[in-house]
């Protein structure tokens, strides 16, 4: 008997992961996407991979582009991944950077710029790969999600384990 869809996004859901937004340029005009879905594949050559539903805009602009950045988002960018998730912010300052011909969001807690690797078809999305072509690394604390909300590292963390101040 197959699960439901509900089902599985509940038993997913309880899967931490990090908040990404994937960007790109469409006829010269900077787009976005907020994205959860997002692994690295290989090391060598680097590899990673992001899952985009078939529906969605930036779909379109990733199946038209030969690259893309993803921007691995920080603590306070939370504003930023609801904006590119469909609630957009009239108001809302997005500071923007280029790597490797790219845009990419100022404020990320790190940044790759991609080539276009292969696509796969995925049922309802489309697995994208990419190669890594360019990287930017920052010191700040990435954004967590978890269980439908946002969350810092920390939120996680089993007390015991911060009460042995031992680093994960």
């Known amino acids: 008997m197959p699960i439901s869809s509900q089902e599985f996004r509940a038993a997913l859901g309880?899967?931490?992961s990090g908040v990404t937004i994937i960007t790109a340029l469409q006829d010269g005009e900077k787009r976005g996407m907020t994205a959860s879905a997002f692994v690295s594949v290989s090391m060598n050559p680097p590899l990673?991979?992001?899952?985009?539903?078939?529906?969605?805009?930036?779909?379109?602009v990733l199946e038209e582009g030969e690259a893309f950045a993803v921007n691995i988002l920080s603590q306070s960018q939370q504003l930023l991944s609801n904006h590119f998730a469909g609630r957009p912010d009239a108001g809302l300052n997005i500071a923007w950077n280029e790597l490797g011909g790219l845009p990419v969001l100022s404020g990320a807690a790190a940044q790759l710029a991609c080539s276009k690797y292969q696509t796969y078809e995925g049922g309802d999305h489309t697995l994208f790969v990419g190669e890594v072509q360019a990287t930017y690394i920052s010191d700040k604390v990435p954004l967590a999600y978890f269980g439908g909300t946002y969350r810092g590292l920390t939120d996680v963390l089993p007390p015991e384990v911060e009460k042995m101040g031992v680093l994960l």
């Open 14 to 16: 309880r899967f931490a």
């Open 48 to 60: 990673i991979l992001i899952s985009v539903d078939k529906r969605a805009v930036m779909h379109a």
